[in-house]
């Protein structure tokens, strides 16, 4: 029979930005209820890159250690022309990297990192999780806001969290309406059970092979027993009117690496045909808040994959609506943390964009990158400083600036 349940803070969505915010909210002393579609928490996808942002974000949640037991450290990122394998770049992701940002680069399974939040989640006696509950609309006020379901259950909070993805239902209500566009991308990706590999590129690699308008990305995941193979090509069946399993066919897959060198061309024959993810976004938005709700991670702010950045900009955002919620359960703080979050995560969707057009570029425009490339030094991390250097603090968008989100966290303890 349909009923009616109340919480102070209610997230719709209990993928890992959802689990991560109820994980901060619940931490801060609040009264969280997720509420997740799927009859289950799962993850959906392979591997996942844990820059040294995101890591920052999981040890203030108190999850990082224990993820850990599950990691890789790899040991460098390495760029290759995906035709002629020649070695463009290298970045050091060793003690280098972990003296400047304070952490080391990870590489986990999607589904280990979501197991951890859940954990974390279930031990805490404030928070309650509702599953096979399929949210269909939100009426959204001042004093609060309640959701109903497709089933005719509804769920009332004084402040409701919309972390229900790139295609989220409740964004048209908060934000209005818009599209997400697609560039015709496509992503094949999966994992291989790393003994039954005949070569690789290194069990302490992430390493990206680039082209014109297709790349390949490696690495290991869970303790290095399972090796994550992410393929992207643009296709030429893409039209905006077509549905996803119209266009970027498997035939269209193997064609898009026909010309790749022979390495490429044997670890496109081991991924697994049967699932494939169009590359969507949208554009950077202002009004994340609506009265007594808000949006965050994909919700807020949906971004192309190659920055690796979408998993940590929503541990990010779980942060700081962990702190500002911490100090009261409004609209003034859904409005803080929209403050405090917008600039950073519209710049790395802006990023993420352009450094997708520069890895695809073909011609002489891929010559001239590539000679950029090749004088790069191995330890010169100054490019990603902004992006990998976030300590979790209110920086300069509040008149607490300067706070850290950690301490702030201790402070509603």
Excluded at 372 to 378: N, T, W
Aim: hydrophobic share 40%.
């Amino acid at each position: 029979m349909p009923s009616t349940s109340d919480s102070e803070i209610l997230v719709v969505g209990g993928g890992i930005g959802g689990l991560a915010t109820a994980l901060a909210c619940a931490r801060s002393g609040r009264e969280v209820r997720v509420v997740e579609r799927a009859s289950e928490f799962s993850e959906v996808g392979a591997g996942l890159q844990l820059a040294p942002n995101g890591a920052e974000a999981l040890r203030i949640l108190g999850v990082l250690d224990t993820l850990d037991e599950m990691a890789v450290f790899p040991a460098q990122m390495a760029m290759h022309d995906i035709n002629s394998g020649t070695a463009l770049s290298r970045i050091d992701l060793g003690s280098n990297l972990s003296k400047r940002f304070g952490h080391r680069y990870r590489v986990m399974h999607r589904s280990d990192l979501l197991d951890a939040l859940l954990s974390a989640v279930r031990a805490l006696p404030n928070v309650v999780l509702e599953t096979g509950q399929h949210v269909t609309q939100a009426r959204i006020e001042a004093g609060g806001s309640t959701v109903t379901c497709a089933n005719g259950n509804s769920f009332h909070g004084r402040v409701l969290i919309a972390a229900d993805g790139v295609n989220s239902v409740l964004r048209r209500q908060i934000h209005g309406p818009d599209s997400v566009r697609c560039e015709g991308y496509v992503a094949y990706r999966g994992t291989v059970p790393f003994a039954e590999l005949p070569e690789h590129s290194g069990e302490d690699t992430v390493v990206l092979y680039t082209g014109d308008g297709n790349h390949l990305v490696q690495y290991p995941v869970r303790r290095g027993e399972l090796y994550n193979q992410v393929a992207v090509f643009r296709s030429s069946q893409y039209r905006p009117d077509l549905d996803d399993a119209s266009w970027a066919t498997p035939d269209e897959l193997d064609a898009a690496f026909a010309k790749t060198v022979p390495y490429v061309r044997a670890s496109i024959s081991r991924i697994d045909r049967q699932f494939r993810w169009p590359l969507r976004d949208r554009d950077p938005i202002r009004n994340w808040v609506r009265d007594s709700a808000a949006l965050m991670g994909d919700a807020a702010h949906p971004m192309y994959q190659y920055l690796a950045q979408g998993a940590c900009q929503a541990l990010e955002d779980a942060v700081t609506l962990g702190a500002c919620l911490g100090v009261e359960v409004s609209g003034k703080a859904l409005a803080r943390y929209a403050r405090l979050r917008q600039t950073r995560t519209a710049q790395v969707q802006l990023t993420a964009r352009k450094f997708g057009e520069f890895i695809h570029l073909g011609g002489m425009a891929a010559s001239l990158r590539d000679t950029i490339l090749q004088s790069h030094d191995p330890a010169d991390y100054s490019q990603m400083e902004w992006l990998w250097g976030w300590r979790g603090s209110l920086d300069g968008a509040d008149p607490d600036a300067g706070i850290c989100t950690e301490e702030l966290m201790e402070e509603t303890r």
